[in-house]
């Protein structure tokens, strides 16, 4: 990321937070349509993209992180955008950061605040953490809309640079920590981009998890794409994030 040249930029900045298979890149092709209105400002979490952890990883830890990102880069009037973990991420660095709150939350197929359901054989499958054919099978059971090879490749090769604690500690941890109680009180208006056609957050899970524990929620239903809505449907998710945003 480039600070001194975002710091100075005047346009409205976007701060995305990734997936959990994912880091800053996963959100180039989102960013690619909307450089020229927005300064686009990606973060790779700690532990992911080949980044190195400096403490156990945490919600609260997640979250100092993108607040003190945030703080680095002196913004002021900023929209968070959260996919899947970061989705859940940006709700509680939004609660933590009451000096310096974003004016608006876009969720894209966000983890919930209280817990994410996944089967007991879905998650020891998934914690066979460096298997590249895992890998694969993981971004095969997150689509629904076939990804360019460059995408398709980038989707796999991300996950095996997540370090081991910041993998473990998602599917153990970090998934079954709910945040719902803090959530309720959000100010912050929030849109939720989600698809119906989503096998990992599933539409029930976005009706009954997510929007019933924010004050300003809309919801935004899509159909015909998978749960990697960045890296499936880039156009189409800048479109509506310009619309939101506007």
């Known amino acids: 990321m480039e600070k001194d ?52 990883p945490s919600i609260s830890s997640f979250s100092k992180f993108i607040n003190d990102e945030i703080a680095t880069l002196e913004l002021k009037d900023y929209i968070l955008v959260g996919h899947s973990m970061g989705g859940k991420l940006a709700l509680h660095a939004a609660l933590q950061n009451v000096d310096n709150p974003p004016s608006k939350i876009i969720l894209v197929a966000p983890s919930p605040p209280t817990t994410e359901d996944m089967s007991a054989q879905e998650k020891k499958r998934m914690l066979k953490h460096t298997d590249r ?11 629904v ?50 698809s119906m056609d989503d096998s990992v957050i599933k539409d029930v899970a976005i009706q009954k998890e997510v929007l019933p524990y924010l004050k300003k929620a809309t919801p935004i239903p899509l159909n015909g794409i998978g749960h990697l809505i960045p890296l499936e ?13 506007a």
């Open 145 to 194: 809309k076939s990804l360019k090879k460059e995408r398709f490749d980038y989707a796999v090769n991300s996950q095996l640079k997540i370090a081991e604690v910041s993998w473990q500690w998602w599917l153990n941890t970090g998934m079954n920590n709910s945040i719902a109680t803090q959530v309720i009180n959000l100010e912050t208006p929030v849109s939720v981009i989600f």
């Open 5 to 56: 040249k975002a710091v100075k930029n005047s346009k409205k900045a976007i701060v995305f937070l990734h997936y959990f298979g994912g880091d800053a890149g996963s959100w180039q092709w989102v960013s690619k349509h909307l450089k020229s209105d927005y300064t686009c400002l990606p973060l790779t979490l700690p532990g992911f993209g080949g980044t190195s952890v400096s403490e156990t």
């Open 133 to 143: 054919a895992e890998a694969i099978q993981t971004v095969k059971n997150g689509i």
């Open 233 to 245: 449907a880039p156009k189409k998710l800048a479109l509506l994030l310009k619309q939101i945003i």
